[in-house]
């Protein structure tokens, strides 16, 4: 079982529709990341959290440290957001680059 | 203000070959961490470097080496190369100091024929 779990693998969705990206971990953590990657491989992080919730613009992300379990949310989804996603945990022993990565939600977004 | 640089965007190789992929970091970054990620998997971690040193390390095996300047750029060198070394490799840059977040290159694609 890998230590980083996404659900879904694969998500298409209609412009305007609320998505929301589960990601759950086994392992005890500092620090919890949200990636985005885009074809082509770049990849921007999006939100660093350990705890609570945080928002950018229409993205929000949540963690439960308890139930080890965090979402990504987009409000009002649009095909430009159409990527890869990808949650990865840091352990408390980790330094800031040592992450463990989950396999990544695909969002098609369509028109 | 250039972000994270990687170098060269792809590369073809063939086995046993030797191979040397470059990274500069984001402005005031000190840190560099390189990434192996397979086709429709994740990224693995395979090492950070800091202060010209490897600080931590993921489970690859010695074939896989680094090197930091004191500019804070890195290489990645991988010797004797497999098959299964084809994978876009990533690199990310962060300050040590500060607990943020990553900053992320757009990889080098290696493919081993």
């Known amino acids: 079982k890998n230590e980083v779990e996404q659900s879904p693998q694969n998500l298409t969705a209609q412009e305007g529709e609320f998505i929301t990206i589960n990601c759950s971990y086994s392992v005890g953590i500092s620090a919890l990341h949200w990636l985005q990657q885009h074809p082509g491989g770049g990849i921007v992080s999006l939100f660093m959290?350990?705890?609570g919730k945080k928002k950018h613009g229409r993205l929000i992300a949540t963690i439960n440290i308890q139930e080890k379990h965090s979402s990504l949310h987009i409000t009002a989804s649009h095909p430009r957001d159409s990527a890869v996603y990808i949650c990865?945990?840091?352990?408390?022993?980790?330094?800031?680059?040592?992450?463990?990565f989950g396999k990544g939600t695909k969002l098609s977004v369509k028109p | 203000d250039a972000g994270v640089t990687q170098s060269p965007t792809h590369l073809i190789k063939t086995r046993g070959q030797q191979v040397t992929l470059r990274c500069s970091p984001k402005s005031g970054h000190d840190t560099v961490s390189w990434y192996q990620q397979a086709l429709g998997q994740g990224p693995q971690f395979i090492f950070q470097?800091?202060?010209?040193?490897?600080?931590q390390r993921g489970n690859f095996p010695d074939r896989f080496s680094g090197h930091q300047f004191p500019n804070y750029s890195s290489e990645l060198n991988v010797n004797a190369l497999l098959l299964g070394d084809s994978a876009l490799y990533l690199c990310?840059?962060?300050?040590?100091?500060?607990?943020?977040?990553?900053?992320f290159g757009s990889g080098t694609q290696l493919s081993v024929l």
């Open positions: 990865a945990v840091r352990s408390p022993q980790g330094s800031q680059g040592n992450l463990i």
């Open positions: 990310a840059s962060s300050l040590r100091a500060v607990n943020e977040k990553l900053f």
């Open positions: 470097y800091y202060e010209e040193e490897e600080r």
């Open positions: 959290l350990s705890s």
